[in-house]
């Protein structure tokens, strides 16, 4: 009497190709296989991926540390296994998220951020999410502000550093227009 033992097929993982994401980002992973009633389990630099599903796919991020990571999934069927290809992901180092300082005012803001990053990350005020407002302000490992603002708007703050831009700070600060003189 023999056993008759299916041949399993190697699963695949998309996307295959080398993948650079921010640390603040997420990337999605969809395995596919022709096994026979396949689990999943996916794998970050051999091991168990942390908070990994055990379904088709996956969602890496956006807690992943800046360095190199590898992702693969192991299908099991029948008692048996094979293991994906692998990709890499290339994660970049995000600038850190700070809070957007000045409140609600009438007729003018000092508008600011709680902290900031050192000088390799550039800070850019928005008025009403559009305007730019100057130039971009360096970080100074410090609390900063960018000037009275008299302009009525909603101000927020985007973060760049040279591979991660346009991370948007926490909050904002409101600047209303003055009332009119009465008459």
Same mark, same amino acid.
């Given at each position: 009497?023999? =056993?008759?033992?299916?041949?399993?097929?190697?699963?695949?993982?998309?996307?295959?190709?080398?993948?650079?994401?921010?640390?603040?980002?997420?990337?999605?992973?969809?395995?596919?296989?022709? =096994?026979?009633?396949?689990?999943?389990?996916?794998?970050?630099?051999?091991?168990?991926?942390?908070?990994?599903?055990?379904?088709?796919?996956?969602?890496?991020?956006?807690?992943?540390?800046?360095?190199?990571?590898?992702?693969?999934?192991?299908?099991?069927?029948?008692?048996?296994?094979?293991?994906?290809?692998?990709?890499?992901?290339?994660? =970049?180092?995000?600038?850190?998220?700070?809070?957007?300082?000045?409140?609600?005012?009438?007729?003018?803001?000092?508008?600011?951020?709680?902290?900031?990053?050192?000088?390799?990350?550039?800070?850019?005020?928005?008025?009403?999410?559009?305007?730019?407002?100057?130039?971009?302000?360096?970080?100074?490992?410090?609390?900063?502000?960018?000037?009275?603002?008299?302009?009525?708007?909603?101000?927020?703050?985007?973060?760049?550093?040279?591979?991660?831009?346009?991370?948007?700070?926490?909050?904002?600060?409101?600047?209303?227009?003055?009332?009119?003189?009465?008459?």
């Amino acid at each position: 009497v023999y =056993n008759w033992i299916p041949k399993l097929t190697t699963p695949t993982i998309s996307p295959t190709a080398s993948q650079t994401i921010c640390s603040h980002e997420t990337l999605a992973f969809t395995s596919s296989t022709t =096994n026979a009633s396949p689990t999943y389990q996916w794998l970050r630099n051999g091991g168990n991926a942390a908070g990994a599903s055990t379904s088709a796919n996956y969602t890496a991020g956006p807690s992943l540390t800046a360095g190199s990571h590898y992702f693969s999934v192991k299908v099991i069927s029948g008692g048996c296994y094979r293991i994906s290809n692998v990709t890499k992901v290339t994660v =970049n180092a995000s600038p850190a998220v700070y809070n957007v300082t000045g409140g609600t005012q009438c007729g003018t803001a000092l508008v600011g951020l709680s902290s900031s990053d050192d000088n390799t990350v550039s800070y850019q005020l928005v008025r009403n999410g559009v305007t730019n407002v100057g130039s971009p302000v360096a970080g100074s490992s410090a609390a900063f502000n960018f000037g009275s603002q008299a302009t009525a708007g909603t101000y927020t703050v985007l973060a760049s550093n040279a591979l991660c831009p346009n991370i948007a700070m926490t909050g904002s600060s409101l600047v209303n227009p003055l009332p009119a003189n009465p008459t």
